[in-house]
């Protein structure tokens, strides 16, 4: 790999991984997730997911990417000629390469979201912006056309820029754009926590109450896990094949998770306050959560909608540097083919998920009815991705370094101390596959 395809330092790396971990998972999905599955249960479960399946998951993903400098499929290839093994493992990348594109496709509908409520100014005077906010969300979310019209923007943004190839593409926007959102989402939160219920919202997030633990519970947090860290299909992976070479995995992934749980968290914090303080909206909205709660919070703020303006554009940024991430394994993949050009294979692609992406548009007026598996069709490429294929890639991930790759070579390429390798082995070998394969047994049985 030739040297500009390297991310030139490590702040780079870090906020590029943290650009494509912290998105819409963090901001849109986390405070919806939380509120409809029982609250403090659902984090708990939650937090032991990122730190005891995600760190060791993440390490070996980018373990991996390093040192296969390729994409996710031919890295994995390279590394099962290396030490001998199957060459069945290329389809762990395969199928991550596929689950990123299906997430993608629904996950453009939202970022779409994001975009058009840059320009969603609420008339002053209102009586209740709730009311007003909520039957504003139901309208949008009921007209296909105008859902289409941004979500085609979005595909359309996405595949520019990873049309032009990852590293050029975000490595100098990453280190402007990330510090500000950080910046702006704590204030957003201190904001909420000063004029809504704080302490409802401290009760909700952190008050155990392990009594409303459902095995449902437990399968959406790991899903969850995976999806915010972005892990299980390969993004972190193909990021890995752009790590500087003197660059410290552990400590970079101990930093990657601490930012996006923190952005998680203030998420909450900058939401349920507005919405325990309001009889107008409830916590158990779904997808439509913060659609209908934060226009309302900025609406008794002085100089509301600007912050308005500038909180959704920085949320529509935080949903391009992640969406790029999910494309870009299967984008690598096809070009490392020699067959076609970066921007042809691209234009291809974002046309064919634009495609899959009006299946959930339509999930929320022309289909509603319609019904797969008990689902309707958002539902379920949001269950099949999150829920079954980023777990069963974490799987497959978990086994392949724990299991078959020597040790000799992990402890020579993570390069930490003895005590933090054994502690990371061990999560790596059992803690990680054990959980997972016990979540999928219990769905299948
Ligand atoms: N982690 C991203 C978010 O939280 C979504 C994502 C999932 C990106 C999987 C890449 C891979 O928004």
Known sequence: MSANKIWQGNTTFILAAAGSAVGLGNIWKFPYMVGSNGGSAFVFIYLICI???????????????????????????????????????????????????????????????????????????????????????????????????????????????????????????????????????????????????????????????????????????????????????????????????????????????????????????AIFPIVFSNPFLAINAGPGLIFETLPVAFYSLPLGSFFSIIFFILISIAALSSSISLLEPFTAWMEEKEKFKRPVLVAVLGISIWFLGLGSIFSFNIWSDLRLFGFNFLELMDYLTNNIMLPLGGLFVAVLVGWLVPEKFLEKNLNLSKYKFKAFYFFLRFVAPVSITLVFLYLVF
């Open 51 to 269: 730190f005891a399946i995600g760190f060791p998951v993440m390490v070996s993903e980018i373990l991996i990417g390093k040192y296969g400098r390729k994409s996710p499929i031919n890295s994995l290839k390279k590394l099962s000629v290396e030490f001998n093994l199957s060459s069945y493992w290329k389809y762990l990348g395969i199928l991550g390469a596929f689950a990123g594109v299906i997430i993608l496709s629904y996950y453009s509908v939202f970022a779409g979201m994001a975009f058009s409520y840059i320009f969603n100014v609420f008339p002053s005077g209102l009586e209740n912006p709730s009311q007003y906010s909520t039957n504003y969300f139901t309208n949008f979310s009921s007209s296909p056309f105008d859902l289409i019209f941004w979500h085609s923007l979005f595909i359309i943004l996405t595949s520019l820029i990873v049309g032009f190839g990852v590293v050029k593409g975000i490595g100098r926007s990453v280190n402007v754009l990330m510090p500000f959102l950080f910046l702006f989402i704590i204030l957003v939160s201190i904001y909420s926590s000063f004029v809504g219920d704080f302490l409802s919202t401290i009760y909700f997030l952190f008050k155990p109450d392990f009594s409303v633990i459902t095995p449902q519970i437990v399968i959406s947090a790991m899903g969850q896990a995976f999806f915010s860290l972005s892990i299980g299909m390969g993004a972190i992976m193909a990021y890995g094949a752009y790590m500087p070479e003197k660059q410290m995995i552990g400590k970079t992934v101990i930093t990657i998770i601490f930012l996006d749980t923190f952005v998680a968290l203030s998420a909450g914090l």
